[in-house]
């Protein structure tokens, strides 16, 4: 018998409105895994524990946290797959595919989330209208689960499994081993242009299905008041395919994610720094080069931007949204912003592309963000906008808004039932919990 140390420790979402005691191990071996989970009647799975809800944590059982399980198992250079461990993060499995130039590019925004909480959450990056979800990379999964033991899935094994675990949140079991298609990448420097726009009528047309192509468009928006609601920037990069790749791997240094003891954002300093934000794009170049790091991860340098919330964290809602709908939503935003008067520190448009089925946060629509300072004011004003999803087919992220209740969940993810009926066939007595599929219910 293997002797695994297991400990207690506080943990916290990333967003901090989730705190609790858990017990968790770190198991580096197959036989160390087996043998833990074997030990509990509750699991659930964590890497990085960078998802805002929590996900990776559970007031029972154990949290297995597989960072230790980092590896790469396989690579085929002529196939263009390689095979690796759910525990390594991003930065660490493109160090190894740059250098071939390959990557997948549906890469979250921070580069030590691992491949195993990205394949969980399902995610995306910033070339999601072009590029879709994470799931389009994926040619298959290994999966270790308590009761059904090692359970290999893909398109052509398992494929109800696969499509469970795939968005999953981390309920169908363990993911130990990843295996990703590849896609060439010739250079890992971009072309940045930046459009200034007053308002959202004007940045429409870059968000339109007609406009993607081998380019990602965001933007950048303020909202601290009514009276300049909209005015931002668009941002676009192109990979540069001007000069010849010269890669060198990336040093990342560790999370530096320390909130400060009382918040710096409120509402005065939101509205200068975006002042002086929306000021100094304007006066910087239109178009100009910028590493890989940069676009690709674009808080990564900038954590500050989360620490200065304070102890008390911040709250984000993500949506998913018809541009047909788009003005009308943001007019009554805006009506109930006049009301409620809400902190908004970030407001951001992309586009996506994908099919939304069972819980997956996917779909071929226009994908809105906003942080909020935490106080009851935002608080309210988020309650209100939480009506407006069944009216707008708006579908909002779990893994980003830690509120979300099991009435919003289930009139929103129309799939989410089946979801549920089929996770229940394939493990009856539900081993793996969290604090969110404990409040979903699932």
């Not at 674009?298 to 200065?308: I, S």
């Amino acid at each position: 018998m293997i002797n695994l140390a297991t400990k207690e420790k506080k943990t916290f979402s990333f967003d901090k409105n989730h705190s609790l005691n858990i017990l968790y191990a770190k198991p580096d071996k197959y036989k160390q895994l087996e043998e833990i989970s074997g030990k509990y009647d509750e699991i659930i799975n964590t890497g990085s524990n960078l998802s805002y809800s929590p996900l990776g944590i559970n007031k029972n059982g154990i949290s297995l946290d597989l960072k230790k399980f980092n590896r790469i198992i396989d690579f085929d250079e002529n196939e263009k797959t390689i095979t690796v461990e759910a525990g390594i993060t991003l930065i660490d499995l493109l160090n190894f595919t740059l250098s071939k130039n390959l990557w997948i590019p549906q890469l979250p925004g921070y580069p030590t989330i691992t491949i195993g909480g990205a394949v969980s959450a399902n995610s995306h990056g910033k070339s999601c209208a072009l590029h879709g979800t994470i799931r389009k990379s994926i040619k298959s999964i290994l999966l270790f689960h308590k009761v059904n033991g090692w359970v290999k899935l893909s398109e052509k094994e398992n494929k109800n499994i696969f499509d469970l675990t795939i968005g999953g949140l981390g309920l169908t079991g363990t993911i130990v081993q990843v295996t990703f298609k590849l896609i060439n990448i010739n250079n890992t420097f971009f072309n940045t242009k930046k459009i200034s726009v007053n308002n959202i009528q004007e940045s429409k047309k870059y968000f339109s299905r007609e406009n993607i192509n081998n380019s990602f468009i965001y933007s950048w928006h303020r909202a601290d008041n009514l009276s300049n609601f909209g005015e931002g920037i668009i941002y676009e990069n192109l990979i540069d395919t001007s000069s010849e790749n010269n890669f060198k791997n990336f040093k990342v240094k560790n999370n530096n994610f320390r909130p400060l003891f009382f918040p710096f954002w409120n509402k005065f300093s939101i509205k200068l720094i975006n002042k002086f934000f929306l000021l100094f794009n304007k006066l910087d170049a239109k178009e100009k080069k910028e590493d890989f790091l940069k676009v690709i991860f674009p808080f990564y340098g900038k954590e500050n931007y989360f620490n200065f919330f304070g102890r008390k964290g911040f709250l984000e809602i993500q949506l998913l949204i018809n541009q047909t709908y788009l003005e009308q939503f943001l007019d009554e935003f805006k009506k109930l912003y006049q009301i409620h008067k809400p902190s908004i520190s970030l407001f951001s448009i992309k586009n996506m592309s994908g099919e939304q089925n069972l819980i997956r946060f996917e779909d071929n629509k226009v994908c809105l963000t906003f942080d909020f300072i935490k106080n009851k004011s935002s608080l309210s004003f988020m309650e209100q906008i939480d009506k407006l999803y069944l009216k707008y087919e708006i579908l909002p992220s779990v893994a980003k808004d830690s509120r979300i209740g099991k009435d919003t969940f289930y009139k929103t993810y129309k799939y989410a039932t089946e979801f549920k009926k089929k996770l229940y066939e394939f493990d009856k007595k539900r081993t793996y919990k969290s604090e969110v599929s404990r409040r979903l219910e699932l």
